[in-house]
């Protein structure tokens, strides 16, 4: 049991992580979306996993009621191995006795489904279902074991190993791997999820025959041993092994789960090849296939990744849980390697993808996260369930509804992303304001107040509360857009900027980050995006809605105006031809519109106040 | 029987059809593809479907092997009727007694399915089946009988009511309405089709009843009467009724096929309200949601129609078959109202949809027509299906085919499309080389022969052999593209032009159309050409593939060459940024190389020459 509360304990790497017991968040952008996954995002989702029926699938397991009285999707289950999760991290974030109480009321229906060999699937292996392992295509069951392990991982890190959901969690990975291990099925899941899990869980217990299953898992794949399914191999990253495979492709949350795993799996095991593999993979992605907002997965057809530089912002997939499988994918890469980028990729999803999906009150959320709305769209029915991608704002739940436990577990262990450590000293990565406790590699504990309105003002204080009496290192990102920013007073450049001092106690170092709302343009091989421009502020991305989307033109010779943590653009009409045939032989007219000033909104924020037109990419042209 | 074998007959309508038999076309653009079509194409179809054992199902359903030897798709039937269908009109256009005899065999193994009360399908109804109708959301029992009665109304017109075809088709027919009349079946089937077979068999029997089964069929939908679908109720035009609907909208087929069929019934019956709703759908979908290329259907995801601009050149659906039935449907509107547009909407089509999915040697098909490729893909395996949409390359075959027997019965057909006849005289809508002998409304015969080299060459040369004594008018279409014609040397407008004159035979009139490359820009509302510019030449779009693709910027201050019927365009390299990060804060720069001219291939025939990168929308900034 690690008091610190990991998420990710990888054995080695350039960086240390910090657990979510170690970081208090007190307010401010994440403190505020953490209060509001605990009073609102978390009973919301029990609600509904209630009301659809997928919690009570595990009370009909243990009653014998299956199948008849199973409900949901073939994946129903790993919903409330996500809420137990969620519920996990935030016991030991908050302490709370309520929650504690849920969580283990929760368990305890899970633990009365489970077989006495371990295996626990309320949709497989009773007569009149199929049988167990007899779907691997799209049958999601190694896919719900690890969800199950990541639960039982933080509840094993955070309650200990006595809890109820971790031997629950420990039978299942034995059952895993009594089934698929060397000599027994030759097979891997149709979604990737249980290499990550195993991976973890092995950390977690010191049993390394959990990694070498997550490895061979990781091995078998990508030669074809799943069936032909209609969106083909690359669909669930059978084509082609992670190992040898040049792109993120396919099913997005599926490749992204993947290559975090194929990462816990090459850094336990010192596998170089593999862990090149996954920074090959993720560098071709955030150069070519990412979204500004940080959203990965350009097609609603398979929710998958596109083509290089395919990345149409109105048909724009880039899943909430694919932003989650970024963040996760990015982190331990971060810890791996110690490199900026990552932390930056972290911090764009977590603010335009992770904090965009949940509504301000936390009960409803974007499963597909669009960077272009035409049509203002309806919304959805507060009682039912809607359609997954279909939906043009936040709905309250979904037919297929990964997203908003995704987003609750992330949410509640955010903490875990604000810092690292190493032997030199501490590194921060996130901004946001709150204390971190933690200890360097030698055991010296240290103690950090930061102090910080950030996004919405660049300045970050960072107070020395306690730490060791010898000089170390204390380490801040800038991010990449960070160009100007300084560090107490002294110009420093984008990457990491840091001071080495013997700090002593209340020494205050502080770091300024030039917020101010600035034009971003694409590369040119965006073919989608071509002749716009976006407006980025700090981390945030900008949209403009209502009226203005279907006719606005910008002037990108005039700035835009950032008065009092607004954004203003300037907006001249754009012509349009309303001819009967919309390709005219000759080229639109220009305008000589006097520029208006319109106010933008910040992406993550937009549709809370119901349906409307929304548009990032605004023309120039 | 008529002896002209017209394809559509409408009862009323400001023109009148001419037939298959009507018209010869003698080489040049089209006549070659019918002489492929005759050559390859069928024969293509026919070997395919029996591979892929969808003709054998007729067979195993009479020997009483079903379900056991079932094969392929649940709408399986209906390629073995589209090619019937293509069958019929090529012995009627050619008299191949080659083809009769392929016909007559393959009727026979057909009607050896039918059961006594005239119901056929080889994938309900039996023991260990479906029941009959049991799934009307995706079962196609009423799709495949609309292609079996198209079927029949083609033979009926050519070969006359006592060819087995025929009776086959009239049995199905009877089945239906007895089945789905009033006080029958209160249904509707989830893909429209057998509206439109009805209502034509009605004006080929000249029983009504058929009609009003027809109209019955329409009336019915858009009330959900079909159960909940994944896609929603839009993607089947169950959401709302067709009457009052303002767009074309989900599945472009069916909302085509659907459209097509309105158009009948409104016209047969006298319904202006119903003919209204039908040209204020097509009329926003050839203002709003259509591509250059005449395609429809802008989404992967349901194969549907997208919003209104929302036209992404990259994941552009177009489906071969949209195209057909965009055909089908503009003719019917160009039939019933005399407008340009709808001829205008036809001649696009044909030349760039329907004419690029065959291979240059018949024996391959585009199913989507993407108007970007990215990355130039693989050749398809020779010996397999191909999945529908994931190629990047014509494949011989697909798992859903409908596109090849499509493309085979519209090519066999496509004399009915050249020309139509009304009280004042012979209008002409598509230009070809070839003959054309009708009779006006007076019953006057009259005989025409076209000379041209359309669309290479704009000169259309049309010499009367023969014609009523009196004056008459003929009419000639100039499509909307064509600023500049002359007909005898007189410069005339966008429309129809005509000469109203008491011809002698041997009077030959010419029109001259301005056959040059053009740029063609697009409404600044489709986002995702924004920046960019298409080249046109006549009624042919053009594309740019292979290596400049990627980076080349197109300089429109420049005209685009039109050499010796090649066109070539002045291109610059592109400068892109090639940086971690793909959305900078920067403008990306200028170029200052000179530009390069670069030929550009007609989109017709992009990807003859094996797998290619290829767009048709060129960038300008």
């Known amino acids: 049991m690690s008091a610190a509360g990991l998420p990710v304990d990888p054995s080695h790497g350039a960086l240390a992580p910090v657990g979510v017991r170690d970081v208090t968040l007190t307010g401010g952008f994440w403190g505020d979306r953490q209060r509001l996954n605990a009073t ?38 790993s919903e409330i191995y996500k809420l137990l999760e969620a519920m996990s991290w935030e016991v030991a ?93 030759d097979g891997v899941c149709g979604h990737p999820e249980i290499e990550v899990a195993l991976a973890e869980l092995a950390r977690a217990t010191g049993e390394r025959r959990y990694l070498e299953q997550a490895a061979l898992f990781l091995d078998r794949r990508g030669h074809g041993r799943l069936g032909p399914i209609g969106f083909g191999a690359a669909y669930f990253q059978d084509d082609e092994p992670f190992r040898t495979a040049s792109a993120l492709r396919g099913h997005a949350v599926r490749a992204l789960y993947l290559a975090a795993g194929a990462v816990d799996v090459a850094v336990d095991t010192g596998d170089t090849e593999l862990l090149d593999a996954a920074i ?43 932003g989650v499988a970024s963040v996760m994918l990015n982190q331990r890469l971060l810890l791996a390697t110690g490199e900026a980028r990552y932390a930056d990729a972290v911090e764009r999803t977590l603010y335009n993808v992770v904090a965009t999906s949940p509504a301000a009150d936390g009960r409803a959320f974007f499963y597909v996260n669009t960077l272009h709305q035409r049509e203002p769209g309806r ?73 910080t309105l950030y996004p919405a003002d660049g300045r970050v204080r960072v107070t020395v509360l306690s730490g060791p009496e010898r000089a170390w290192t204390l380490r801040v990102r800038v991010p990449a857009w960070a160009s100007g920013a300084t560090l107490d007073g002294a110009a420093v450049q984008p ?89 005219p032989g000759t080229a639109p007219g220009g305008t000589d519109a006097e520029p208006e000033l319109v106010p933008l909104t910040p992406y993550h924020a937009w549709g809370n106040d119901g349906p409307s037109t929304m548009r990032v990419w605004i023309p120039t042209v």
């Open 40 to 77: 609102a995002i978390l009973a919301h989702a029990e609600q509904w996993t209630e009301r659809m029926g997928w919690t009570g699938n595990f009370d009909a397991a243990a009653e014998g009621r299956l199948p008849r009285d199973r409900r949901g999707r073939e994946f129903a289950d």
């Open 379 to 451: 919304v959805p029915e507060p009682d039912r369930a809607s359609p997954r991608a279909a939906s043009s704002l936040r709905a309250p739940w979904f037919e297929v509804s990964c997203c908003p436990t995704n987003v609750a577990r992330t949410l509640a262990s955010l903490g875990a992303y604000v810092a690292t450590t190493d032997a030199g000293g501490v590194q921060l990565h996130q901004y946001a304001a709150g204390r971190i406790a933690t200890t360097l590699a030698d055991g010296s504990p240290v103690e950090l107040r930061v102090e």
């Open 93 to 185: 974030r908050s302490g709370s006795q309520d929650v504690e109480r849920r969580l283990r009321a929760l368990t305890a229906r899970v633990a009365a489904a489970q077989e006495p060999d371990g295996y626990l699937n309320t949709m497989f292996g009773r007569p009149g279902q199929g049988a167990r392992y007899s779907d691997l295509e799209w049958g999601h069951e190694l896919y719900c074991f690890g969800h199950l392990i990541q639960a039982g991982v933080a509840r094993l890190r955070t309650a200990g190993p006595g809890d109820q959901l971790v031997r629950v969690a420990l039978r299942a990975a034995d059952h895993v791997c009594a089934e698929f291990g060397p000599g027994g099925r």
């Open 495 to 583: 990457g990491y900027a840091e001071l080495t001092r013997a700090f002593v106690a209340g020494d205050a170092v502080e770091l300024d980050l030039p917020v101010r709302a600035r034009w971003t343009w694409a590369d040119p091989r965006i073919d989608a995006v071509r002749g716009t421009v976006a407006v980025e502020r700090g981390p945030l991305v900008y949209c403009l809605t209502g009226a203005d989307v279907a006719t606005a033109r910008v002037r990108t010779d005039m700035a835009p105006l950032d008065r009092d943590g607004r954004v203003l653009v300037p907006i001249a009409a754009h012509e349009t031809t309303g001819a009967p045939w919309p390709y």
């Open 280 to 322: 090959r993979q993720t560098a071709r992605a955030l150069e070519r296939r990412t979204y500004l907002t940080g959203g990965m997965g350009s097609h609603h057809e398979g929710e998958a990744f596109g083509d290089d530089f395919e990345l149409p912002p109105d048909r724009a997939y880039s899943e909430t849980c694919a």
